[in-house]
């Protein structure tokens, strides 16, 4: 029976969903793949009751230098030390997996080509939409297509308070409070609520699309802190919904993208995509239009994201 070793980097809500994933169906995971893959490390600042207490360590090197891990799950979060940990795993001849949008949004040519260069496989599915399989079908099903344009409700937390507003009337403040309490949005809700995340998504999405890196920080964006009940009345006069939109457009080779609230008609598609959930609807010359809808977040839709990866890899020892 052949063996995939894993080393966590971060056992968080993310980490940690991989994690059981990869233990409580792992009989499930072996059968299909011929693979028995096992968790040997797992990389965190304190002590975690849940998890067996010889597979603890907060020496990084223990998982990135150790010649018996053939795996890294990185779901620390941030940009640094994150990248850097990536890097030096992939020149150790460590496969990468990873979740974590603001580094891959932000040294996604960096960390492409160290892969390449060291022969090994830097997957990161679980960076846009959460559960959704967007990457894996841009890459696969959907690749021999020329892409013309993507539009995508990419950030759960924003999509919750648009909805709570659009049906409850309820203002922005307190349907924030709420998402908060719910544990939908962040106490510093900055990143989701102005358009940050959504903008690191679609950074990585334009560069699997369209085949051309466009920085985050290169990327027009406007949050839903300013969206008012008089907008979403007005929108509604129009048979418009209010949604933050990530949206980007290849025509002439010219990209054109943007992050802000956007009127979608009410028969649009992703006008439908309520409360937490994401869609991507991409289009295609060869299939169409396609909308790709699902769980954007959460330990077990995300970790469920990180496990496909490492199934990918498992298939192709």
């Known amino acids: 029976m052949k063996k995939l070793t894993v080393g966590i980097l971060g056992p968080g809500t993310v980490g940690g969903g991989a994690y059981q994933i990869l233990v409580n169906n792992h009989d499930l995971i072996q059968k299909r793949t011929g693979v028995s893959i096992e968790v040997v490390k797992l990389l965190t600042r304190r002590p975690r009751s849940e998890y067996p207490a010889d597979l603890l360590t907060d020496d990084p090197d223990e998982i990135l230098n150790d010649p018996n891990v053939d795996v890294v799950i990185e779901t620390m979060g941030g940009i640094q ?47 846009v939409g959460g559960g959704i399989p967007v990457l894996t079908s841009i890459q696969n099903p959907l690749s021999g297509n020329n892409f013309t344009e993507v539009m995508g409700i990419l950030n759960g937390t924003t999509n919750y308070i648009l909805t709570k507003m659009t049906e409850d009337g309820a203002d922005y403040e307190n349907v924030l409070k709420d998402a908060q309490a719910r544990g939908f949005a ?29 920085a985050p920080s290169d990327i027009p964006t406007k949050g839903i802190s300013h969206v008012t009940g008089q907008d979403i009345a007005e929108a509604a006069d129009e048979n418009c919904i209010i949604k933050l939109i990530a949206h980007a457009v290849l025509k002439d080779g010219k990209i054109s993208c943007s992050v802000a609230p956007e009127k979608v008609p009410i028969s649009h598609p992703l006008a439908g995509v309520s409360n937490e959930f994401n869609a991507v ?25 990180i496990v496909g990866d490492i199934i990918d890899i498992a298939k192709n020892l």
């Not at 795993?89 to 492409?112: D, F, I, P, Q, R």
């Open 81 to 127: 030390p994150a990248t850097s940990f990536m890097i030096q795993a992939m020149k150790k001849g460590k496969h990468v997996v990873t979740a974590n949008k603001a580094a891959v949004a932000a040294s996604y040519e960096e960390l492409v080509m160290t892969a390449s260069e060291n022969g090994v496989k830097f997957l990161f599915e679980a960076s």
């Open 186 to 214: 962040e106490a510093d809700p900055t990143a989701d609520v102005e358009g940050i995340d959504a903008a690191n998504k679609l950074s990585i999405l334009i560069a699997l699309l369209f085949g051309k890196y466009i």
């Open 281 to 305: 609807y991409i289009t295609g010359d060869m299939v169409g239009e396609v909308m790709l809808y699902g769980k954007g977040a959460g330990a077990l839709p995300t970790g469920s994201a």
